[in-house]
């Protein structure tokens, strides 16, 4: 029997595409869910499907990520339907379906899907280390177009720059926060903030 298994990862997604490239198979049944692929146990269809499939069965994927993302979970998914004597075939790969002998059918399969999964993965360091560096360069534009603070040691206002080490004068020499903001006419967060930088450079 010919099964096929469609999955999209969000609620929005659309299943229509993977659905009509199956039937042009056709297959006999078809399994469809809109879950992550990151959890196996999460995917009911998924699991349904492995538990119906029996010997010379053929399962069907549009691509085998539709069965997982992970190289560990396509492993284990590809090892029980070969446990169940059956076969996988996905659309983005040769079509070893005609082939007779079931263990050939398999084998061809499973150096297929080793390079398939060899890809994935690098595909998947790539993304990650883009994905690093993409928020490294976002770290340092904060830094570069964060705006500056008004009362402190490097600030623009000749002014403000002259309360901030009025302030932090008075601070060392015991006034409270409540008198130094009657006496400069700014925040309490402000003159916290002042009070935290004296007592980390102490």
């Known amino acids: 029997m010919k099964f096929g298994y469609v999955r999209v990862s969000t609620k929005d997604q659309n299943l229509a595409r993977q659905i009509e490239q ?3 198979i056709p297959v006999e049944k078809i399994f469809s869910e ?14 349904n499907l492995l538990k119906c499939i029996k010997k010379n069965d053929i399962v069907y994927v ?4 539709r069965l997982g993302r992970n190289a560990d979970d396509l492993t284990e998914i590809i090892q029980y339907i070969k446990k169940k004597s059956a076969s996988l075939q996905s659309l983005d790969l040769p079509d070893f379906s005609n082939v007779p002998d079931i263990n050939l059918r398999n084998m061809l399969t499973d150096i297929l899907v ?3 999964k060899f890809q994935a993965q690098s595909e998947r360091e ?6 690093r560096e993409g928020i490294a360069l976002a770290k340092k534009r904060d830094v570069l177009y964060r705006r500056p603070v008004l009362y402190g040691a490097n600030s623009p206002n000749p002014q ?10 008075d601070l060392s020499n015991g006034h409270s926060v409540a008198e130094l903001v009657t006496k400069y006419g700014i925040s ?6 002042i ?6 450079s102490e």
Do not use: C, P
């Not at 403000?160 to 932090?168: C, G, N, P, Q, S």
């Open 22 to 24: 199956l039937k042009k």
């Open 34 to 47: 809109k879950e992550s692929g990151k959890n196996i146990n999460n995917r009911s269809e998924l699991l």
């Open 62 to 65: 549009t691509s085998l990520d």
């Open 114 to 116: 080793t390079v398939f």
């Open 126 to 131: 790539k993304i990650k280390e883009r994905q």
């Open 160 to 169: 403000k720059r002259k309360i901030y080490f009025a302030i932090k004068k």
């Open 188 to 193: 309490h967060g402000t003159v916290y903030r």
């Open 195 to 200: 009070k935290k930088e004296i007592s980390k």
